[in-house]
């Protein structure tokens, strides 16, 4: 398998978007209609009170080669949440899946803290309406902290399998000063949760379900899981646990496993790799995969330099 | 007339007497019993003084009162039983209430763990920490919370009251439902929830609020304290206004409720048998009820002024309408 770039698809400064927002487009996550992709992303708006960012869901909706731009929302396709709730400073990302006519919206959100950065946990609406509009099942997570998944609980995604909904998602394990100083930086793992309903989730507490290839400072996020073939591929993006904002040796790239039995997944970045360029929108960082299929063909959406400041590309599988 | 007729024997222990311990400046706030051969012991939640920043840290410990003399303090802990969480957890800035149970050879502690957070002060979620030396000395069951926030519970989980009523594991507590901005000032509104376990460590939540609220919607609530007696369960629990309550005319109260299956509750504070005093250090509010019995005696620890920052106090029970108690 090879993944053959299609280039940036979405460069968000050329678009007027909900908020105010005018750059960043990131964790694109793929719905796909029958005469559309409708593309969610978080972009950033500025705080007024604090001059802090503040990340807000909008999508964008494309022809089925993912070659145009029909239509960019409006308004934000959730409002931030309430005051001391769970996802009042951001939604990044809102994954979204088909739930028989419904469409849930898997939220990680975003709360700021005092001793470290931020806190998340993952939050569930519901549209009725094909993904317009969403409405919360409650004002606090689904998922959340446990005895053995301590804090930042986030980057859920979802699909049902058999019946049973799966749930693949990222946990913190560790807060850690860099050696150099400055303020502590996070590590987190991907862990796996199953459910009857979407609602109620039984983790797997604390097991890390994918290897680490750079050792224990390495932080694995943006799980997405889709069957090719017989087997099923996770897609997801890793880094160092320090000095990964601007040192491109150290930055996101993305991991891959695969799995007979959505249990034991078995690493492989290079089957398929995407490969890392010397120049351009995504030589310095890869990250926030989404993968799905549309119209028999597998996608791979994902960010580019700083986290996906100037948008979205894509990938197709050959 | 009153359900109960309690007669106060006084506060019986005051931080500011215990002068070695830098963690423990003032309040011993929360009391909650483990009896022992010759001592009850009485865990509480204590405060170093506060940072520079005006912000406190709790720490949660314990006072032995001699079982023939509960007004006699025999030892103060000689250390927090359980250390604040590391960088980033849940319980980095406070373990504060505590309850505590029995379970086999271990006693189980579970508490509230503490973190700052920017838009309001605090979050709180429920942490376990068990203790295999009788009770001195606690360890966490994981860095993370056993009881976490829900779609229904979106933050401040504290309060924990651990019971066992026929082999079924009963968790009362208290869960937030808005922060109300009051003087510029969030301040949480807390009521009072239940959640059932086999074992303890899996939970199911009922998911409603026990106790209907009185004084006014905002009414805060606080310490459910559930025992069986004469045939039927009752819960007392301290509640509040939502705004100026530091003070007397809208601090902290004890009120009562009842029930027959630990679902449907019926409230009546004029039945809790307990209000302030005409002086003294219980004269502004009297909170965070705990009722235990020992040697044939039910008494009831709780907290008198600025919620317990000089100590708790006792009360003994006189009287109840019918006979004495057997659990089920």
Known sequence: MRWKKLGRIFDPTQFALPNGCTHFAQSPQALVFDDRVRIYFSTRSLEAATGKYLSQVAWADFDKGLGRVLRVSSRAALELGGLGCFDEHGIFPLSPVRVDDAVYAYTTGWSRRVSVSVETAIGLAISRDGGERFERVGTGPVLAPSLREPYLVGDGFVRRFGGRFHMWYIFGTRWKR??????????????????????????????????????????????????????????????????????RERAY????????????????????????????????????PNAFECEGRVYLLYNGNQFGRYGFGAAVLE | ????????????????????????????????????????????????????????????????????????????????????????????????????????????????????????????????????????????????????????????????????????WYLFYIAGTKWKIVSGRPEPVYKIRMATSPDGLRWTRHRRDLVESRVEEDEAQASPDVFWRDGRYHMLFCYRYSADFRGKARGYRIGYASSTDLLEWSRD??????????????SEMVAYPHVFEVDGTVYLAYLGNQVGRHGFGLARLDSTGAGGGRSP
């Open chain 1, 178 to 247: 860099p050696v150099s100083g400055g303020e502590p930086e996070r590590t987190y793992k991907i862990g796996h949760a199953v459910s009857d309903d979407g609602v109620a989730w039984e983790k797997e507490e604390g097991r890390q379900i994918v290897p680490d290839r750079l050792g224990p400072d390495e932080s694995q996020a943006l799980p997405t899981v889709l069957r090719i073939g017989d087997r099923w591929h996770m897609f997801f993006c890793y880094r160092q646990s320090f000095d990964f904002r601007s040192n």
């Open chain 1, 253 to 288: 790239r993305i991991g891959h496993a695969s799995s007979g039995d959505l249990e034991i997944w078995e690493r492989a970045d290079d089957d398929p790799r995407l490969e890392v360029e010397d120049r351009g929108w995504d030589a310095d960082m890869m990250c926030y």
């Open chain 2, 1 to 168: 007339m009153a359900k109960f007729r309690w007669t106060k024997l006084g506060k019986v222990f005051t931080p500011q007497t215990v002068t070695d311990r830098p963690w423990l400046k003032e309040f011993a706030q929360a009391p909650a019993s483990l009896v022992l051969d010759e001592a009850v012991r009485i865990y509480f939640s204590c405060r170093p003084p506060p940072d520079a920043a005006g912000q406190y840290v709790s720490y949660s410990a314990w006072v032995d009162l001699d079982r023939r003399d509960l007004r006699r303090v025999k030892a103060v802990a000689e250390a927090p039983i359980l250390e604040l969480g590391e960088t980033g957890t849940f319980d980095e800035f406070g373990t504060y209430p505590v309850s505590v149970a029995r379970a086999g050879d271990e006693i189980r502690a579970y508490y509230g763990g503490w973190t700052r957070c920017e838009s309001v002060p605090f979050n709180v979620a429920i942490g376990l920490a068990t203790s295999a030396d009788g009770g001195r000395t606690f360890q966490r069951a994981g860095a993370g919370p056993l009881l976490s926030y829900t779609p229904d519970e979106p933050f401040v989980l504290s309060g924990p009251k651990i019971r066992r009523f026929a082999g079924t």
């Open chain 2, 269 to 282: 504070d004029t039945q809790a048998g307990i209000d302030v005093s005409d002086e003294g250090w219980d």
